[in-house]
């Protein structure tokens, strides 16, 4: 768990095939993708094949753009900024489900995931390295680089 | 016997009551009252709609909780989540504002008692508008120190009765609490220039110099040879006493005095022989490395456990402010010789000494003392040392939980103990060495002293610009026009704490990627030193390739906390010198005017402090738009403009119609995660209504560059900023106009290469906007039905 949060009511833990679960009964799911694929192929690559197997639309934030961009992968926005797409998600109400994935600055994400939690009636999904309390569902923390790749690799293996 | 009495230009003091000569016709809000510029305010807010990301679920402000507020319930009292976060945010701007203010009275009371009501204020014959926000908002030229104290008398009356707000059953709505936290933002650039102004005049600081002394910066200038008094914090009078005493004893080159924070930067304008070490994050470095022989606490960002720190390591702390009095001794008016002896002794851990005018004497001889008892300095621990360290962890983790930045202490851990300690170097360029992992460590593994051990390069040393101070009147005239037409693309202001994960790598690439497209860069406080330390690769610092003037392509270092007024200042002399808008007591007109016609941004990358909040806010309220690191989310709320909704409109005084524009600057409060990201940011923020053609092409041209330079595409938004074909940067024209064709269904007239239909408005060159009545009232003599 990312340091110090104090929330009344805790993300509940997920686990990959949930996740799969979730989406395919999403009506319109949005992942959105953070600063820490600027440094990540792997998590380049992850996203690549979920788009190309699931359709997810993409929005990065933190300059994930870039990476995402040049390995294929189609963007719906690159400029927006995690907290002005907070605010998309909140007001427009155009998806039911958001996943977020690859925050370098998980203290950020988890301010975001605040105020869906509080003002919004969207789904949130942090895919991330870290437990997010915040969200409505959350990865667990992984204390292995690798044990989270695996996880990330078995949302793809389900789909 | 009646007699007449006739007099010009004459200044009567009653009090603190200052009658002046009629400089320039009043305006019609001087000393604004808490509600005075809630017009304004709500003006602001209707486009920027405050965006509120809670720490906490709860509230428990006071005893009928702790109320769980979650998804925007009520609490016992009454009030909802996001009203309880507007009313934080008022208390942590009134924190920020409250310390400038009270360090400004600390200044101005002792520039009074030791100069006298009377000593002019003269900062110099190229800044003859010399306190543009007093002016603005209280409404006087002030002419000497005297005049401070009755600005003074009015923020703190101010703060007061915005503090008396945030009690218990008062605001119901969450944008009273914004205005209320805007109007504390504006009160505190009136302070900090009070305070700035103080110290330049009274103690011959660079005034608007561009080619002010170079300090040496960073952890290189603690030198272990030498005795050292390390200075911490932000008010400069005990340190400018030291370099005084150091001065008149003819000891300069025995004693070491280097800075960090606020205080450094001052005392080196004060002195340039002073140093400076660095930001908050090495304070504890500084510390642990034991070379300080003595050290001098002051006031704000200084670590709450610097004694305790100190005691472990054996230094004798002086602290010197009411603010921080550390549970010492208050022994101002004890025997100096005997106070020497006692801290070098070790007998008292450190002394409270309330007259900075005895720190001087007591901190020198302390620090000979100890440094001859000391003998010589051990820096840091020994590569064995390290390794026995290492060897307790057990990699559970907590490390990596209670570290603000995530950092995997942990895998570094892991790593060194098969020797590799490369991570370690790593760790330290994001680490603000707070300190927390230890705490956490279940083993007491001294983890800030590893990672300084193996990962610090203790021998960096860089130089920065000692603070100008003012933007003279003269750098304004010339650059008045281009920045309001655009072809200089805009200010960056890089103000606030260190508290960014990537350190002062990734400011110093933002700052020259603007330097480099010739923006001009302002800085101040920790940001202004981090610049001192980036280099590039002959190890030239940025103040060194780079101009100190106030134009495209120079970088300008303001100062301390307190000279970010002087940034502040030079936005508003744009409005007052180039366009002729009266300042006195007209914040709302020149407020207005900045918000449409500036293309000024600010730049926190951090930032950590409740200061930092309320000066990102008073920019806010005068239309200045700020970039924020990761890590002020936390502030809890931002300002951000939804393009999609039917708020970007302006009254235009020329053509006497209400029209739609567009959405520039969209978000007065935005985070960037990257600074790749903040880099796009900065440059999309620049863009304002009152571009011309010519501008707004070059600030296209940077936009647009940047995002696919960094975001590797054209930016989402562009097209809402072409308002003809003239907008388009030339060497993209033909690209831009088939997207604007084929992807957002505008006609284009192929033949001649013009835009036929698709903008929000067309460019008119009298455009004259304004969102504020009476200003359109003003300038069209129309009266507009409410």
């Known amino acids: ?159 | 016997m009646v007699m007449d009495i006739h007099l010009n230009n004459v200044r009567i003091h009653i009090g603190r009551i200052v009658e002046e000569d009629e400089w320039e016709p009043m305006g019609p809000t001087p000393k604004p009252d808490v509600l005075d510029l809630r017009y304004w305010d709500q003006k602001l807010l209707e486009r920027y709609e405050p965006f509120y990301a809670p720490m906490q679920d709860f509230c428990n402000l006071c005893t009928m909780g702790p109320c769980e507020l979650s998804r925007n319930k009520k609490g016992a009292c009454g009030i909802d989540l996001k009203t309880q976060k507007a009313r934080i945010v008022v208390l942590a701007c009134l924190i920020g504002a409250s310390a400038h203010c009270s360090h400004a009275r600390h200044l101005v009371e002792y520039v009074v008692e030791k100069f006298g009501r009377d000593y002019p204020i003269d900062l110099g014959k190229d800044v003859e508008i010399e306190a543009p926000n007093i002016r603005l908002v209280f409404g006087i030229r002030p002419k000497t120190v005297g005049d401070l104290e009755a600005v003074l008398d009015y923020v703190e009356e101010q703060l007061v009765r915005i503090l008396h707000s945030t009690h218990t059953g008062q605001e119901e709505s969450y944008l009273d609490y914004e205005s209320k936290a805007l109007h504390v933002g504006m009160l505190d650039h009136v302070a900090m220039e009070v305070a700035d102004i103080a110290q330049i005049v009274a103690f011959n600081y660079p005034k608007g110099d561009p080619d002010s002394p170079l300090i040496e910066t960073g952890f290189g200038v603690l030198d272990a040879e030498k005795p050292v008094i390390l200075i911490i914090g932000h008010n400069v009078l005990p340190a400018r006493n030291i370099m005084d005493y150091l001065e008149e004893h003819g000891m300069e080159n025995d004693v070491e005095v280097a800075g960090l924070c606020c205080t450094a930067i001052d005392t080196s304008r004060y002195d340039p022989k002073a140093k400076i070490v660095g930001t908050l994050s090495f304070e504890l470095r500084a510390i642990r490395s034991g070379i300080p022989d003595v050290v001098v606490t002051d006031e704000q960002c200084i670590r709450a456990d610097t004694l305790k720190e100190c005691s472990k390591v054996g230094i004798p702390v002086i602290a010197t402010s009411e603010a921080s009095a550390r549970g010492l001794p208050d022994k101002t008016n004890e025997n100096i010789d005997v106070i020497v002896e006692d801290l070098a002794s070790g007998r008292l851990k450190g002394v409270l000494i309330r007259d900075p005018d005895k720190v001087g004497e007591i901190a020198v001889k302390t620090a000979l003392a100890v440094r001859k008892r000391k003998g010589k300095k051990k820096v840091l621990m020994s590569r064995e040392e390290v390794e026995n360290e290492v060897r307790k962890c057990t990699g559970c983790g907590r490390c990596v939980f209670s570290c603000p930045h995530c950092l995997r202490i942990d895998v570094a851990m892991g790593l060194a103990k098969k020797g590799d300690f490369s991570m370690f170097k790593e760790i330290d360029r994001s680490c603000i060495a707070c300190g927390k992992c230890e705490q956490a460590c279940p083993k007491g593994i001294r983890i800030v002293d590893i990672i300084m051990s193996v990962g610090m390069d203790i021998k960096v040393k860089g130089r920065s610009r000692a603070g100008r101070g003012p933007i003279t009147d003269t750098e304004i005239r010339k650059v008045g026009q281009p920045i309001v037409m655009g072809t200089i693309p805009g200010v960056i202001a890089a103000v606030g704490c260190p508290n960014y994960p990537g350190a002062r790598e990734e400011l110093g690439s933002i700052i020259e990627e603007f330097l480099r497209r010739r923006f001009i860069v302002v800085t101040s406080g920790c940001h202004a030193m981090d610049l001192g330390l980036y280099f590039d690769e002959e190890g030239k610092s940025l103040y060194e390739k780079y101009p100190g003037v106030f134009d495209g392509g120079g970088l300008v270092n303001v100062g301390s906390c307190v000279a970010n007024s002087h940034i502040s200042g030079a936005v508003i002399k744009i409005a007052a010198i180039f366009a002729k808008r009266p300042l006195r007591g007209n914040y709302a007109e020149i407020a207005d005017y900045i918000l449409n016609r500036v293309g000024a941004v600010g730049l926190a990358w951090g930032a950590y402090s409740q200061k930092a909040a309320s000066i990102a806010t008073g920019f806010n309220r005068l239309g200045i738009p700020v970039v924020v690191g990761p890590h002020a989310s936390k502030y809890r709320r931002a300002y951000i403009g939804k393009f999609w909704k039917d708020v970007w409109w302006v009254y235009d005084i020329r053509s006497r119609k209400r029209m739609r524009v567009e959405p520039a600057p969209d978000a007065l409060l935005v985070c960037a995660e990257t600074k790749e990201e903040a880099i796009v940011q900065l440059a999309r923020l620049c863009i304002r209504p009152g571009d011309t053609p010519q501008g707004r092409q070059i600030k296209l041209t940077h936009y647009i560059e940047l995002s696919e330079k960094y975001l590797g595409c054209l930016p989402d938004d562009w097209h809402l900023f072409v308002r003809s074909e003239a907008d388009l940067p030339v060497k993209m024209k033909d690209r831009l106009l088939k997207i604007l064709e084929d992807e957002h269904g505008w006609k284009i007239d192929w033949k001649s290469k013009k835009i036929v239909e698709g903008p929000i408005r067309q460019y008119d060159p009298g455009f004259n906007p304004t969102i504020v009545e009476h200003v359109y009232e003003k300038y069209t003599g129309e009266k507009l039905l409410r």
């Open chain 1, 1 to 159: 768990m990312i340091a110090d949060v104090q929330v009344s009511r805790s993300a509940t833990t997920i686990k990959p095939k949930i996740v799969v679960n979730m989406l395919n009964r999403a009506k319109r799911p949005v992942l959105i993708t953070g600063g820490g694929l600027l440094n990540d192929e792997r998590l380049v690559e992850f996203v690549y094949e979920l788009q190309k197997r699931a359709g997810l639309e993409v929005i990065a934030t933190g300059g994930s753009s870039r990476a995402l961009i040049e390995r294929d992968v189609n963007v719906r926005m690159a400029v927006f900024t995690l907290h002005y797409v907070t605010q998309f998600l909140t007001d427009l109400q155009e998806y039911d489900l958001s996943l977020f994935l690859g925050f370098r600055a998980p203290y950020y994400l988890s301010r975001m995931l605040s105020a869906l939690k509080h003002f919004s009636n969207i789904n949130t999904i942090s895919i991330c390295e870290w437990y997010q309390p915040h969200a409505k569902f959350s990865f667990p923390d992984f204390r292995k680089k690798e044990e989270y790749y695996k996880a990330l690799e078995e949302i793809l293996e389900v789909l």
